[in-house]
């Protein structure tokens, strides 16, 4: 019988925690994969997997255990690595709470966008005639009240 090499899990190990698998998968792509969506927020600002967890998927898991059913892997400290000190399981909500706040640039440029939305729709509905405006928008557009 062959010897299982201790860098990589056997297959069994990670079909039978798949949970923690997945969170751990995910982490590692959002740290090192720079095609992720998520890199920006990760790997993209320095954020990085303790090299204990990053070497072995046991590491993590004796340090994490499973994944309760509902949570994810939350960072404790936003701008600190992946490493058991700083992580926890938590739900959804608690992700949402501890989110990094938006950047004053980063909310002027939303705000910016959304008036350039606006101005368009405004735009839209004074200029174009009514098959101009289904052709481009796919619905009627709505009538103004009083008119």
Same mark, same amino acid.
């Given at each position: 019988?062959?010897?299982?090499?201790?860098?990589?899990?056997?297959?069994?190990?990670?079909?039978?925690?798949? !949970?923690? @698998? !997945?969170?751990?998968?995910?982490?590692?792509?959002? $740290?090192? +994969?720079?095609?992720?969506?998520? @890199? *920006?927020? $990760?790997? !993209?600002?320095? *954020?990085?997997?303790?090299?204990?967890?990053?070497?072995? =998927?046991?590491? =993590?898991?004796?340090?994490?255990?499973? &994944?309760?059913? !509902? %949570?994810?892997?939350?960072?404790?400290?936003?701008?600190?690595?992946?490493?058991?000190?700083?992580? &926890?399981?938590?739900?959804?909500?608690?992700?949402? +709470?501890?989110?990094?706040? =938006?950047?004053?640039?980063?909310?002027?440029? %939303?705000? +910016?966008?959304? +008036?350039?939305?606006?101005?368009?729709?405004?735009?839209?509905?004074?200029? %174009?005639?009514?098959?101009?405006? %289904?052709?481009?928008?796919?619905?009627?557009?709505?009538?103004?009240?009083?008119?």
């Amino acid at each position: 019988m062959a010897k299982k090499t201790p860098e990589h899990a056997s297959m069994e190990f990670i079909q039978k925690h798949k !949970g923690a @698998y !997945g969170s751990y998968s995910a982490m590692m792509m959002r $740290c090192y +994969r720079k095609g992720n969506t998520n @890199y *920006i927020n $990760c790997g !993209g600002r320095g *954020i990085i997997v303790r090299e204990r967890w990053k070497n072995k =998927f046991e590491n =993590f898991y004796a340090d994490m255990g499973d &994944r309760p059913e !509902g %949570l994810t892997i939350l960072r404790i400290d936003k701008d600190g690595n992946y490493e058991p000190s700083n992580c &926890r399981w938590a739900t959804r909500a608690e992700q949402n +709470r501890s989110k990094r706040p =938006f950047s004053k640039e980063a909310l002027d440029n %939303l705000r +910016r966008g959304i +008036r350039k939305g606006a101005a368009a729709r405004n735009y839209a509905r004074v200029h %174009l005639t009514d098959e101009e405006y %289904l052709k481009r928008y796919g619905h009627q557009r709505k009538k103004s009240k009083g008119k």
